[in-house]
């Protein structure tokens, strides 16, 4: 049972370049979000996605946009990347149910120089 | 007022003592709590959850709510050095009407347990 597959692990921009982190998930849920972790400031939600396309902004989604592809998979789109989007990113998933709790993906570091 | 606050440590405890590491939300309504462990350069990983008043046992660990004075703790018995790690609070305030089963987390305690 894979859970939560993100991808790349590593990845070093340069500033006004764009990309896409990948995340899919094996175990049905609905929810997905991508949250961002830097020092000092915790786990910051950026976007989610309540269900198969459907999307919302979180805490922080300025400068990213996301697509529910389908129930699996929740991609996270950098634009033009931006020193501040410096961080390590986590994919994370979770049912319906108050008590359900969140699987997060291995992470993926960025760099953006 | 942070939604949810912990002290960002370093907690230092000796090996085999306990460590109790403390968290405070600030929305009456919040639902489920979940106490996370995180290793450096690692993800969060769950140690356990607790929705209900008092505490909750699950082997060395102890989680305990207290709903009226909003905090919700985690105790670590019989403290190892492999316990060394940042711990992460989340709140779940369920207000599922198809708007996600959002967590919302602390920035997390940073635990030491020196040998």
């Known amino acids: 049972n894979a859970g939560v597959t993100q991808t790349p692990k590593f990845q070093v921009l340069k500033t006004g370049q764009s990309m896409t982190l990948q995340c899919a998930q094996d175990?049905?849920?609905?929810?997905m979000y991508w949250y961002r972790q830097d020092p000092g400031m915790g786990l910051r939600l950026i976007y989610y996605s309540a269900s198969e396309g459907t999307t919302d902004k979180g805490e922080v989604p300025n400068g990213y946009n996301v697509s529910r592809l389908n129930k699996r998979e929740f991609s996270l789109r950098l634009e033009s990347a931006a020193p501040s989007q410096t961080s390590v990113y986590f994919c994370?998933?979770?049912?319906?149910?108050?008590?359900?709790?969140?699987?997060f993906g291995n992470g993926t570091r960025l760099t953006v120089t | 007022q942070k939604e949810v606050e912990q002290n960002s440590g370093p907690l230092s405890v000796p090996e085999g003592a306990i460590a109790s590491l403390n968290c405070t939300y600030s929305d009456r309504g919040s639902q489920s709590f979940f106490w996370y462990r995180q290793y450096s350069g690692k993800s969060p990983e769950l140690i356990m959850f607790?929705?209900?008043?008092g505490d909750k046992e699950d082997g060395r660990f102890t989680a305990q709510l207290n709903k009226a004075s909003q905090y919700v703790s985690l105790l670590i018995r019989d403290s190892q050095p492999s316990d060394s790690a940042t711990y992460l609070c989340a709140v779940n305030l369920y207000r599922f009407t198809g708007g996600g089963n959002k967590l919302t987390f602390g920035t997390g305690t940073q635990l030491k347990v020196e040998l």
């Open positions: 994370a998933s979770n049912g319906d149910r108050a008590n359900s709790p969140l699987h």
């Open positions: 607790i929705y209900s008043n």
């Open positions: 175990m049905n849920h609905n929810s």
